[in-house]
């Protein structure tokens, strides 16, 4: 040991530049002078000698310089194999210690490794969809832009629209913040083939001829449009390389080959690569992209732009704002500002994923925590051991080295599974998604979250190893060697970092109890809710016309012979037609104005909902009619409407909304219409926090696409039946049948979802605190045993040292509960957009996580419990 700190003395100092120099003259010197008397026996003077010596030796500046180089690359190779050599010896070290001690180490490396899978799952998604969400090019700069309402958006939604044609070429044209800014449109799906039984369903999309710039995706063969071919609406088409692949088998002969698509024929003049998406996040690669005409100026353009480098969000805006102004006047007289908005604002549900990074970020805490205080206790029971290395000669950097290697080689087994447990984690998201979170399609295990869990990983391992080193080095040498193992632990402030350490754990596990528990409730509030109707035996037919039914007397036909077709079906009650299909909302864009009431403010433009419905609509639904009647002249110039019973009792008295009238204003204008009935309020689209928020109906116009309701006996097979009477009208047609009931079950599936998801994570925590305590109270009787022997000696009953053990359990437990449901009043706010029918500040919630927080403190003072009644008096005193 004594040679050892010797050699490093030595090889510190000879670190140092004129050190070496030194070492190098004084080699050089020998060097000379021992030729030189070589020279000198030979015969010549001893400056002849020496001359002659270091003539032969060479340049002296550049031999130093070689000896120099060499010397230092020996010295470097050297510390490189002393050091790989002490660390191989403290690897192995390592290793023998974990492995005498099994148990300890299973725990620590499967705590750690739940913390960082679970971290690692969630963060999958997050850096997937919110800090990678599009895959192209400069991605940092790409940014989507649509128009959202100037003043009077009351619906509780963000609600944006698409801006029309005028508005984006004069963006186009005139703006000087973007590199590019192009037009495109998720065109839905369509019906590849001829238009009979065989065609195939694809998906399509419209963009301009540029859009392959700002994407970074170039045809693998052939060409995009043209500018020519956009411009005079030419039936070309650029096919997606999945198509090609399985329906023309990757022939490159395909180009100019013709594809029936709906109802229409097109040319195919290339080919994308599968990895040409859409800019949404999580969107599927179209089979067919198709030219979008900016010159149609009745359709809304959905708008993706890459910014010039150094050009902020906010000066896009301004300058798309300015532009929209002075274009304003050909488009409309709504008045709208543009918003400019990164692609992961994007993701509907970004603060759920938010809220739920924020709640493995507790799990992590929980299960750095749990680990912390496993190693305060190892360290604390190690000391003996490091007091008689210490004074065999092994220093203090020694010392923290092989504890520092330890931990980090501990924390590197729990990254390591971890990651693995994150990879399954995310794939099990992945199966058990709604398919209302379609963005989680795109999430996946990526570089930056490998980076974060080896971060994590080295962070932990360090960290753990210095709380080591920290509790190791309390005591004196002397003080370690003349105790025992047991109560050289006994320090009071190292159970009192234990202590703090577990009332943490609680107090997270707390919060998140109190947030899933929010969330159970509020999902069983929903699926309890009053939708208004009845659901049960009810069906909607959806039909997208195509083009030959681009006129409403062609729609009208059709929707009466179907109508007429279906309510002759066997086991169908009723039939009724609307504009809105089952889940779906649909807005009309203006001021709601009263008549009687104040005007709206000029340039409102509210989104109020409203439903096109034919006059049976509310008797096949079972939506009540508690005033006036359904409608009773459907025509255009009859202007009659029906409102919602919630809307109607804020503005008039029971029995008195019927002949009032009301208009959706535009700066003043609109036409009024007259209230002849009012219904009760229903929520075909799902429970709905707001009964009394506007909900308008007016007679079908036939004026896009269209949902068939229809109520049957209950006879199964009714339902395809009635699939196929809409089949034999327009064998073209492809329309999709939906069961209303199981349509609104899905549009609960997201809250199920996230509610499992998060009580995942609290359970987790729960059990990983549930741990901390139980080893906690472990260690706390482990050094106590000797005081528990004397006073069982003393006549303690067994119903008292179970109260003495279980009372400390159960304070930790109570103290991280109040704590925890302190803190849940800021947590709650996370997750207040995804209640219903539940406050933030819900009482039941809090309570029964409070009672499931001790219950687990009871479970988890069970075996240490059982230990401190199990301790035999003479025994234990001996022992001391």
Not at 97 to 125: D, K, M, P
Not at 654 to 673: D, S, T
Not at 803 to 812: K, L, P, Q
């Amino acid at each position: 040991m004594i040679r050892r700190d010797v050699r490093r003395f030595f090889h510190l100092a000879l670190r140092r530049r004129d050190r070496w120099e030194r070492e190098v003259e004084d080699e050089i010197k020998l060097h000379l002078t021992l030729r030189a008397e070589q020279f000198m026996t030979e015969g010549r003077t001893a400056n002849d000698a020496y001359a002659e010596a270091a003539r032969r030796f060479g340049p002296l500046t550049e031999s130093r310089a070689r000896l120099l180089a060499a010397a230092r690359h020996r010295e470097k190779s050297m510390t490189r194999a002393e050091y790989l050599s002490d660390l191989q010896q403290d690897l192995r070290f390592a290793v023998r210690g974990l492995r005498r001690q099994l148990a300890w180490t299973v725990v620590t490396v499967l705590t750690l490794a739940l913390g960082i899978g679970a971290t690692t799952a969630v963060f999958s998604v997050v850096s997937s969809l919110l800090l990678h969400p599009v895959p192209y090019p400069g991605a940092d700069r790409v940014v989507f832009v649509d128009q959202q309402p100037s003043t009077g958006n009351r619906t509780g939604m963000s609600i944006s629209i698409l801006p029309s044609a005028p508005i984006v070429r004069a963006w186009i044209a005139n703006n000087r913040s973007f590199e590019t800014l192009q037009g495109y449109l998720d065109g839905g799906d369509g019906w590849l083939g001829n238009g009979g039984n065989d065609a195939d369903r694809v998906r399509l999309a419209r963009s301009g001829p540029a859009f392959s710039r700002i994407s970074g995706a170039t045809p693998i063969i052939g060409r995009m449009f043209s500018d020519a071919e956009t411009a005079s609406r030419a039936h070309v088409a650029v096919i997606g390389e999945g198509l090609w692949r399985s329906r023309f088998a990757g022939d490159r002969s395909v180009l100019g080959k013709t594809i029936v698509l709906d109802d229409s024929v097109y040319s195919v003049v290339g080919v994308l690569p599968s990895a040409a998406r859409l800019p949404r996040p999580g969107s599927p690669a179209p089979d067919v992209w198709l030219p979008l005409d900016l010159h149609n100026d009745q359709i809304g353009v959905s708008l993706v732009g890459r910014l010039h480098p150094g050009v902020t969000i906010d000066q896009a805006r301004t300058e798309l704002d300015s532009i929209y102004v002075r274009t304003r006047s050909l488009t409309s007289k709504l008045q709208f500002t543009t918003r400019v908005i990164s692609p992961a604002r994007l993701v509907h549900f970004r603060d759920t994923l938010l809220m739920l990074a924020a709640a493995v970020a507790v799990v992590l805490l929980v299960s750095c925590a749990n680990v912390a205080h496993l190693q305060l206790t190892r360290a604390a029971s190690r000391g003996r051991e490091l007091a008689i290395r210490a004074s065999l000669g092994a220093g203090r950097g020694r010392l923290l080295r092989q504890l520092l290697t330890e931990s980090v080689f501990l924390s590197g087994l729990g990254g390591a599974l971890g990651i693995v447990l994150g990879w399954l984690g995310l794939h099990a998201i992945l199966v058990a998604r709604p398919s209302s979170l379609f963005e989680l399609t795109a999430a996946h295990l990526d570089g930056t979250t490998l980076f974060v869990a080896v971060l994590v990983t080295v962070g932990c391992g360090v960290v753990f190893g210095l709380v080591g080193v920290l509790e190791a080095g309390r005591h004196s040498m002397h003080e370690a060697l003349k105790t025992s193992a047991t109560n050289f632990s006994r320090g009071g402030s190292a159970a009192t970092l234990r202590a703090i350490l577990v009332v943490s754990e609680m107090a997270l596990s707390a919060t998140l109890l109190v947030g899933a528990t929010m969330l159970v409730r509020s999902v069983v509030m929903r699926q309890r809710a009053n939708l208004g109707f009845d659901p049960s035996d009810l069906y909607a037919i959806m039909v997208d016309y195509p083009n030959r039914y681009a006129t409403e007397s062609a729609r009208q036909g059709f929707n009466v012979e179907a109508a007429t077709r279906i309510r002759a079906v066997p086991g169908v009650r009723s039939v009724a037609v609307a504009h809105v299909g089952p889940t779906g909302r649909a807005f009309t864009i203006g001021g709601l104005e009263v008549e009687g009431e104040p005007p709206p403010t000029t340039g409102e433009t509210s989104f109020i909902d409203e439903n096109e419905v034919t006059a049976n609509f509310f008797s096949t639904l079972g939506i009540s009619l508690v005033e006036g009647t359904t409608f009773t002249d459907t025509s255009a110039a009859a202007n009659q409407i029906i409102i919602n019973e919630g809307f109607a009792r804020k503005h008039w008295p029971r029995g008195a909304a019927v002949g009032r009238r009301l208009r959706v204003a535009f700066n003043g204008q609109g036409k009024w219409k007259t209230i002849v009935g009012v219904a009760a309020d229903a929520s075909p689209s799902g429970p709905s926090a707001d009964m009394s928020a506007p909900m308008l109906y007016v007679p079908h116009a036939d004026n896009g696409s269209t949902a068939i309701y229809f109520r049957t006996t209950g006879s199964g097979g009714v339902a395809q039946l009635a699939r196929g009477v809409v089949r034999s009208i327009d064998p073209a047609l492809h329309p999709t049948i939906a069961s209303v009931e199981a349509a609104l079950h899905d549009a609960t599936s997201a809250p199920r979802f996230i509610m499992a998801v998060l009580s995942a994570f609290t359970l987790l925590a729960l059990v990983l605190a549930s741990v901390g305590l139980y080893g906690v109270m472990t260690h706390t009787i482990a050094q106590q045993t000797r005081e528990i022997g004397i006073r069982v000696a003393l006549g303690a009953s067994r119903g008292r040292i179970a109260r003495f053990v279980i009372v400390r359990g159960v304070t930790f437990a109570a103290l991280g509960a109040a704590l925890g449901l302190v803190a849940s009043h800021w947590g709650t706010k996370l997750i207040e957009n995804q209640l219903y029918g539940v406050a933030a500040t819900d009482t039941p919630s809090l309570v029964l996580g409070g009672i499931v927080l001790i219950g687990a403190a009871l479970l988890a003072c069970i075996v240490p419990t059982r230990r401190a009644l199990g301790v035999d008096p003479m025994t234990a005193i001996r022992a001391e």
